[in-house]
């Protein structure tokens, strides 16, 4: 059994030699390292085990990782890093948009795996520490707490990518947000100038606030800028 303060991870992975170099890695960076190698177990252990962190390989026998990255995002609020062997746009946006919080293409080297994990639980960790801090935007009603919102006095169905996102912007409002801010508030990296991740988050978040991009109500593009929450 782990000690209490270790965090648990759960690999999911099913190339052994792989999974086994990355388990011994972590577990000397202080982690405590479960493997996974089926898609479909790793669906029914994820929300059963509720690790602190899982790192979940595209390619599985059983169940792809984006299947179970969709299938467990609504009984498992932990971040989820994807490893996809394939440097495409299409793979990284279809994982954000299914509810992983980082991507990180394959072959990776260790210590950049250990940063991504490292500034994802930092991020997860500061989450949690902000406990009872609520903010209200007219009938938009956002409570960190329970890690809910609320709209017209409705729930807002958010993944955690959208709702961590929501929240940045809304704790920031009135100051517009580069995306390498934006970047580094949700995940600690920083924006190359290409990565359009942030502007699919920004639409998908939109969506779920039914809010015009060309009259806005919550969220304004600022030209060659970034992003603003009106207040």
């Not at 991020?123 to 801090?133: C, F, H, V």
Request: aromatic share 4%; charged share 25%.
């Amino acid at each position: 059994m782990p000690a209490n303060n270790t965090p648990v991870l759960l690999l999911v992975e099913d190339d052994a030699r792989l999974a086994a170099l990355m388990q011994e890695y972590l577990q000397q960076e202080g982690f405590h390292v479960t493997v996974e190698a089926r898609g479909d177990t790793a669906a029914n252990r994820i929300p059963a085990e509720q690790p602190d962190l899982v790192v979940l390989d595209v390619m599985l026998p059983g169940l792809d990782g984006m299947s179970v990255c969709r299938q467990v995002r609504t009984a498992y609020d932990n971040p989820i890093l994807m490893l996809t062997a394939r440097d495409e746009d299409i793979d990284q946006v279809l994982g954000l948009e299914l509810g992983a919080d980082d991507y990180v293409v394959k072959p990776v080297k260790p210590r950049v795996l250990l940063a991504r994990i490292q500034n994802l639980l930092r991020r997860q960790e500061k989450l949690l520490a902000q406990t009872g801090q609520r903010l209200c935007f007219g009938d938009l009603s956002i409570d960190l707490q329970s890690r809910d919102a609320t709209l017209a006095g409705e729930p807002l169905v958010l993944t955690t990518q959208e709702f961590d996102l929501l929240y940045l912007l809304a704790s920031q409002a009135g100051t517009i947000l580069n995306r390498d801010a934006i970047l580094n508030g949700l995940s600690g990296i920083d924006y190359d100038g290409l990565d359009r991740s942030v502007d699919i988050r920004i639409a998908r978040l939109r969506k779920r606030l039914g809010d015009n991009p060309a009259q806005p109500r919550y969220i304004k593009t600022v030209r060659n800028q970034g992003y603003l929450f009106l207040t």
